[in-house]
């Protein structure tokens, strides 16, 4: 049996200009699935547009390796282009199309309802894809038993049950990068990979839709299977990671043995946690052991500067937590901090906003970033906004439509108008590129920097400069890339 993956491009946002361009890493998940394939002898090969191949390209990687099932993943900021691409493979070839990733396990049997695919997988695909491709082969293929899948049947779209999600985690062989020409992607030439020792959420904030696509129970790697992971990388060359757990420090036992595993050892790496670490399961002891193993950027989730909006959203945290945990990384040498906030929150009002906007310029971190609240179906902000506010947007397809940079807020309340979430957005941007500015090139020249950007034809004109040429490429893929600078 054999599968051929495609990875299409993704929107790309800086300078807050809408085109598309490589991801950052190699996809993780992908990765994963390649491994589960092969455990199971299925060939696989890739197609990763990142590469800025011709179309055609696929086409003919498609004619030649003639695979029995091609497989899609989707983000939601990238699924239109996804949603062309299945149209335009439908006309060159018969061959079955399954979608997978986040966006799928958000809207789960709808995205068959609007594409022309033939199946979708929904939450962790390691075992349903291996059956569905088993399956295929078969000339009366049971697709009704397979757990996860989302397929067609006389004319309409079935959803079967959930599977129950992987309890043991090591059981799960390591994600292989082999199929990836990792040059193209930012963060090669540092030799940066993607990894994840945690899944699922064991917490409630009313906002996040992790719980959807990976559960709210927390599912953890073992100490040792993850410096085995390491270590394996390690030999082959890479000497950084991006650590994308939701939850790494909330088993402070677990972390710290990690920790000191790859400390005894003498593990020579790098890594980052942009994902977030939660400030209420840091201190400063802790944070030492982290920066000591080789931490070099930390994310931290505040969402809100205002105690009582804290408390709405069940975050479950206050802001003398997130402000020690700022001074705790800072003073423990760890190069970059992030504290990240959103705009809309239930019960949100210009002042609470503005207390959010207020409290991340107090904060001593280098950078800040600020975000609308996007209502994702399932979550009980989507229930709240549907119950107590007004969609700006068509329900059925905003999911497709927002980007990070547009600043169109999906919904507004009687609270917290549409033009008032957009004045603040654009405050908080603001903030939130004079310290990028500043930070990656100095008090001086990022001032200077900042204030040209100001001028919105400018901003522009840079970010097409950024994704319409090879040579805007290259620099946008250098800036990415200077982030794993840690000299």
């Given at each position: 049996m054999k599968l051929l993956f495609v990875i299409p491009k993704h929107r790309f946002l800086f300078f807050g200009y809408k085109d598309v361009a490589p991801s950052t890493f190699p996809h993780l998940g992908v990765a994963y699935l390649i491994a589960a394939l092969r455990r199971h002898g299925v060939e696989v090969k890739?197609?990763?547009?990142?590469?800025?191949?011709?179309?055609?390209?696929?086409?003919?990687?498609?004619?030649?390796?003639?695979?029995?099932?091609?497989?899609?993943t989707v983000f939601t900021l990238n699924s239109p282009l996804v949603y062309e691409l299945v149209s335009e493979i439908k006309t060159r070839t018969s061959k079955p199309i399954v979608l997978g990733g986040v966006h799928v396990s958000t809207i789960k049997k709808k995205v068959l309802e609007e594409t022309s695919a033939d199946f979708?997988?929904?939450?962790?695909g390691e075992h349903s894809l291996?059956?569905?491709?088993?399956?295929?082969?078969?000339?009366?293929?049971?697709?009704?038993?397979?757990?996860?899948?989302?397929w067609r049947s006389g004319g309409g779209v079935i959803e079967n049950p959930d599977?129950?999600?992987?309890?043991?985690?090591?059981?799960?062989?390591?994600?292989e990068f082999d199929l990836f020409r990792i040059t193209p992607h930012p963060a090669f030439k540092k030799k940066v990979l993607p990894m994840v020792t945690t899944r699922g959420c064991p917490f409630s904030c009313n906002f996040c839709s992790v719980n959807l696509y990976m559960g709210r129970g927390f599912r953890t790697r073992s100490p040792q299977n993850v410096l085995d992971e390491l270590k394996r990388h390690v030999a082959a060359g890479f000497t950084q990671f991006d650590i994308n757990d939701d939850c790494f420090t909330v088993d402070r036992k677990r972390a710290e043995a990690i920790l000191d595993l790859i400390i005894n050892i003498g593990l020579s790496i790098k890594f980052r946690f942009s994902s977030g670490l939660r400030v209420d399961t840091v201190d400063a002891r802790l944070l030492n052991k982290i920066k000591e193993a080789g931490c070099v950027y930390i994310?931290?989730?505040?969402?809100?500067g205002n105690e009582e909006i804290l408390k709405y959203i069940k975050k479950g945290i206050t802001l003398d937590q997130v402000r020690n945990a700022v001074k705790w990384t800072k003073k423990a040498g760890i190069k970059e901090c992030a504290v990240n906030f959103i705009i809309g929150h239930k019960h949100e009002t210009y002042q609470t906003a503005m207390d959010s906007i207020?409290?991340?310029?107090?904060?001593?971190?280098?950078?800040?970033?600020?975000?609308?609240?996007?209502?994702?179906?399932?979550t009980e902000a989507y229930e709240w906004v549907k119950a107590h506010g007004r969609f700006l947007v068509d329900t059925n397809n905003y999911l497709e439509a927002i980007t990070y940079a547009d600043n169109q807020p999906v919904f507004e309340t009687d609270e917290l108008t549409k033009e008032q979430r957009q004045q603040l957005i654009r405050i908080g941007f603001k903030v939130h590129e004079f310290r990028f500015f500043t930070f990656r090139f100095g008090k001086l020249l990022g001032a200077i920097l900042y204030l040209i950007?100001?001028?919105?034809?400018?901003?522009?004109?840079l970010g097409k400069f950024s994704t319409a040429s090879r040579l805007g490429e290259r620099v946008a893929v250098f800036f990415s890339r200077k982030s794993y600078d840690t000299r």
């Amino acid at each position: 049996m054999k599968l051929l993956f495609v990875i299409p491009k993704h929107r790309f946002l800086f300078f807050g200009y809408k085109d598309v361009a490589p991801s950052t890493f190699p996809h993780l998940g992908v990765a994963y699935l390649i491994a589960a394939l092969r455990r199971h002898g299925v060939e696989v090969k890739l197609y990763d547009d990142a590469w800025g191949q011709p179309r055609e390209t696929l086409h003919a990687l498609i004619n030649e390796f003639n695979p029995d099932l091609i497989g899609i993943t989707v983000f939601t900021l990238n699924s239109p282009l996804v949603y062309e691409l299945v149209s335009e493979i439908k006309t060159r070839t018969s061959k079955p199309i399954v979608l997978g990733g986040v966006h799928v396990s958000t809207i789960k049997k709808k995205v068959l309802e609007e594409t022309s695919a033939d199946f979708a997988i929904k939450y962790e695909g390691e075992h349903s894809l291996v059956e569905l491709i088993n399956e295929i082969s078969l000339s009366e293929p049971r697709f009704s038993q397979i757990k996860n899948l989302i397929w067609r049947s006389g004319g309409g779209v079935i959803e079967n049950p959930d599977r129950p999600f992987v309890h043991n985690l090591d059981d799960i062989p390591f994600p292989e990068f082999d199929l990836f020409r990792i040059t193209p992607h930012p963060a090669f030439k540092k030799k940066v990979l993607p990894m994840v020792t945690t899944r699922g959420c064991p917490f409630s904030c009313n906002f996040c839709s992790v719980n959807l696509y990976m559960g709210r129970g927390f599912r953890t790697r073992s100490p040792q299977n993850v410096l085995d992971e390491l270590k394996r990388h390690v030999a082959a060359g890479f000497t950084q990671f991006d650590i994308n757990d939701d939850c790494f420090t909330v088993d402070r036992k677990r972390a710290e043995a990690i920790l000191d595993l790859i400390i005894n050892i003498g593990l020579s790496i790098k890594f980052r946690f942009s994902s977030g670490l939660r400030v209420d399961t840091v201190d400063a002891r802790l944070l030492n052991k982290i920066k000591e193993a080789g931490c070099v950027y930390i994310s931290y989730g505040c969402e809100s500067g205002n105690e009582e909006i804290l408390k709405y959203i069940k975050k479950g945290i206050t802001l003398d937590q997130v402000r020690n945990a700022v001074k705790w990384t800072k003073k423990a040498g760890i190069k970059e901090c992030a504290v990240n906030f959103i705009i809309g929150h239930k019960h949100e009002t210009y002042q609470t906003a503005m207390d959010s906007i207020s409290f991340a310029k107090s904060l001593s971190c280098d950078y800040v970033n600020f975000y609308n609240l996007v209502p994702y179906p399932g979550t009980e902000a989507y229930e709240w906004v549907k119950a107590h506010g007004r969609f700006l947007v068509d329900t059925n397809n905003y999911l497709e439509a927002i980007t990070y940079a547009d600043n169109q807020p999906v919904f507004e309340t009687d609270e917290l108008t549409k033009e008032q979430r957009q004045q603040l957005i654009r405050i908080g941007f603001k903030v939130h590129e004079f310290r990028f500015f500043t930070f990656r090139f100095g008090k001086l020249l990022g001032a200077i920097l900042y204030l040209i950007t100001r001028n919105n034809l400018i901003k522009r004109s840079l970010g097409k400069f950024s994704t319409a040429s090879r040579l805007g490429e290259r620099v946008a893929v250098f800036f990415s890339r200077k982030s794993y600078d840690t000299r």
